[in-house]
């Protein structure tokens, strides 16, 4: 892979082998962490996600493993509760501890925080700014001003409607505040109902798009282009899909849905032609450029039990 090509997917894999369908051990995931920033799958993680309510257990594993004292760049994973108030409660609480861990151990570099929307005043509509008012107020007190924190939401009946007035608050609270409010899209399941179709996943791009907040994908993306799961007998999305359409939108080079639900459905690599700036598709040139510029801005990151997975695929086409 060369280097312009490589830098598109560089620090893009926050790894999570202990989440399913890998399901590794923390002791396995964690092997496997080391064994990839020893060898050549450095350059494409981005983090280490950790679970809050198992942190220790990962900071022993890590602590046994990590000889060479390298800096572990995480993403935690925080737990959520059903209404704002006892959320935020609940927030404030594992964020204050957090920062404690943290001054505890150097060896730990926080880059992300993760968490669902409380669940009930979602589907009720009724998450209101003040949430993203006091997340944000949390961070800067707890100084995680260079934290991102993602919000995970529900594609539930009517879920535009819902997100539409969130994706406003954190567009404004990004405007405002020096800490960043992103969004995490699901992007797969070992659940066939549970992925997004295409026609959900280009509407929702659209929407972070124009509302400009950066976002994470996570779950079914361990290749880069959109791949037949047999065992689900459904079709994976693909992270190299989500960037081609993330980046033909922040271009404004087409919004229109059924040309952005192919670009989603390619499966070939053939499908595009590289030249030295452009990447071609469908008749859209994407520079280099743009598509650098949504992976520094916009599109960060996706989750993955699989490291190996997406280094292999890339590595076999560039």
Known sequence: ???????????????????????????????????????????????????????????????????????????????????????????????????????????????SLEIKLPKLDYIHGKINPNTIQVLSELLEVHNMNNVIMYLEGYLIKGWESILDPIFNYLQQSNAVHETIMGYKIRTGSIKPEEIPDISTLVNLLKMLTTHDIPFKATAGLHSPLRTNNRALDVFNHGFFNILMVSSILKANLTNDIKVLSEILEISQWEAFHFSEKYIEVRGFNISKKDLLEVRENQFLSFGSCSLREPLDDLQREF
């Open 1 to 111: 892979m060369n280097a312009l090509d490589q830098r598109l997917f560089k620090n893009m894999i926050d790894y999570a082998g202990t989440f399913p369908p890998a399901n590794l051990s923390i002791e396995d995931a964690i092997e496997e962490y080391f064994k990839e920033r020893s060898e050549n799958g450095s350059w494409i993680i981005k983090t280490l996600i950790l679970p809050w309510t198992k942190i220790s257990e990962f900071d022993k594993q890590i602590k046994k493993r990590n000889s060479e004292n390298l800096i572990i760049r995480i993403s935690v994973l925080l737990v959520s509760e059903d209404t704002q108030k006892e959320f935020l409660k609940k927030v404030e609480e594992q964020i204050r501890e957090l920062r404690k861990f943290l001054n505890s151990n150097d060896e730990y570099q926080l880059v």
